[in-house]
């Protein structure tokens, strides 16, 4: 059974621009999950979708953040425009029930210059 | 809302030595703590955990514990091998309605030298 994927690995960009990351959950798996890790910090929640629905999305830090799930598949997490702060790495992870085993994805890490 | 402090930072053991790893939180509606294993270039991998109605739990080198009026909770690994070289993170959850994220602690940096 394949993981959970994200894509890319790794993006450097400069502030101001745009970069949108790519999540593809565990098939058949409802819940999806993104969290951030900055600065050799905790891993912080940043929402959560069942389906293609926000069911949490608490932990989106401002509305440069936008995550979509159309169709409750892939998910994507777009940042524009990208500030410094921003840096860290993007975990994507999955469940197959609310509550059950979150499964993550290997993460992208990002770099704002 | 749920605060994971997490302490270690960094811990170093000697292999066959044993390691713990303590963690606490705040909120008394926490009912689920996963640790989770990240190995260097690799996703995180959830290795234990424990629900609040139980107060310990082991699997094979890899135990845990929980103290629910204290409101903290540990990893233990005995006889430390290499391979357990990673960041291992613990986290909390509510498990009950429909709230279901992951609140973690900092991490604690694993080094088991030979």
């Known amino acids: 059974e394949a993981g959970v994927t994200q894509f890319p690995s790794h993006s450097v960009i400069e502030k101001g621009q745009t970069v949108t990351l790519r999540c593809d959950p565990i098939s058949g798996h409802d819940n999806l999950y993104w969290y951030r890790r900055v600065m050799g910090k905790e891993i912080k929640f940043l929402l959560h979708?069942?389906?293609?629905?926000?069911?949490?999305e608490s932990g989106m830090p401002n509305n440069r953040f936008l995550a979509e799930r159309t169709g409750g598949t892939y998910s994507t997490l777009k940042v524009q425009p990208a500030e410094l702060e921003d840096s860290g790495v993007y975990f994507c992870a999955s469940s197959q029930w609310t509550g059950g085993e979150q499964f993550f994805g290997p993460g992208t890490r990002l770099t704002v210059l | 809302g749920e605060n994971v402090e997490q302490h270690p930072s960094t811990l170093s053991v000697q292999e066959g030595d044993s390691a713990v790893i303590k963690c606490t939180y705040s909120?008394?509606?926490?009912?689920?703590f996963p640790w989770y294993k990240q190995e260097l270039g690799k996703r995180p991998q959830l290795i234990i955990d424990i629900r609040s109605n139980v107060g310990e739990k082991k699997d094979q080198r890899i135990a845990v514990t929980l103290n629910k009026t204290a409101k903290h909770f540990s990893l233990h690994i005995t006889e430390t091998q290499p391979e357990d070289s990673a960041v291992y993170f613990c986290a909390g959850r509510d498990n009950t309605g429909t709230a279901s994220k992951l609140t973690f602690g900092t991490g604690t940096r694993l080094q088991v030298t030979l």
């Open positions: 909120d008394s509606a926490s009912n689920y």
């Open positions: 979708f069942v389906k293609e629905s926000k069911q949490d």
